[in-house]
T-cell receptor
Framework: AQSVSQHNHHVILSEAASLELGCNYSYGGTVNLFWYVQYPGQHLQLLLKYFSGDPLVKGIKGFEAEFIKSKFSFNLRKPSVQWSDTAEYFCAVNARRDTGRRALTFGSGTRLQVQP | SAVISQKPSRDICQRGTSLTIQCQVDSQVTMMFWYRQQPGQSLTLIATANQGSEATYESGFVIDKFPISRPNLTFSTLTVSNMSPEDSSIYLC????????????FGEGSRLTVL
């Protein structure tokens, strides 16, 4: 069965530090890849997605992610984090599940805490 | 994007009771999904709500425990039956976006606490 692995469960950074959150998936077929963010007390929002084309995708709020097919990875990056980036970040893969239906499978999430 | 409203937003329930969560979307959508987010954990797909037919459940979830209805293209309900404290969770309704990339839009969730 497909799975999504996020290696960092809790990351603490100071403002202006650079961020990279790892995401690996296990699925050999066609996938669409996503990063979602959940700010404290808010619902999930899409940060960015990869569907096709340029493997380097840019999202909202200065985030970007690179799809490396050979490594089954889709790492999230931001050159300089802000206190307002404090949130939970989820990597997700859209692929065909055991039921035969395509749906999003989420990673376990990474809690980012940015200290002022 | 779609605007998704869920009711109730939160509830405290007694063990053994059942609760139905409603999900209303402001536009017609083909695919609706129900996820669960247990405390401190990620999202787990419960089932795909199919319009006019039985829901498609993921491994580990069964219709007797989580009956789902989807009478039309804008509305769905999820019932959590015979609740136990292990069912304490946030239940999220989501819909598939129109751009065929698999992007999901989420409601704000229904936070259930079972005593």
């Amino acid at each position: 069965a497909q799975s999504v692995s996020q290696h960092n469960h809790h990351v603490i950074l100071s403002e202006a530090a650079s961020l990279e959150l790892g995401c690996n998936y296990s699925y050999g077929g066609t996938v669409n890849l996503f990063w979602y963010v959940q700010y404290p007390g808010q619902h999930l929002q899409l940060l960015l997605k990869y569907f096709s084309g340029d493997p380097l995708v840019k999202g909202i709020k200065g985030f970007e992610a690179e799809f490396i097919k050979s490594k089954f990875s889709f790492n999230l990056r931001k050159p300089s984090v802000q206190w307002s980036d404090t949130a939970e970040y989820f990597c997700a893969v859209n692929a065909r599940r055991d039921t035969g239906r395509r749906a999003l499978t989420f990673g376990s999430g990474t809690r980012l805490q940015v200290q002022p | 994007s779609a605007v998704i409203s869920q009711k109730p937003s939160r509830d405290i329930c007694q063990r053994g009771t059942s609760l139905t969560i409603q999900c209303q979307v402001d536009s017609q959508v083909t695919m609706m999904f129900w996820y669960r987010q247990q405390p401190g954990q990620s999202l787990t797909l419960i089932a795909t709500a199919n319009q006019g037919s039985e829901a498609t459940y993921e491994s580990g979830f069964v219709i007797d425990k989580f009956p789902i209805s989807r009478p039309n293209l804008t509305f769905s309900t999820l019932t959590v039956s015979n609740m136990s404290p292990e069912d304490s969770s946030i239940y999220l309704c989501s819909v598939l976006g129109w751009d065929n990339t698999g992007e999901l839009f989420f409601g704000e969730g229904s936070r259930l606490t079972v005593l």
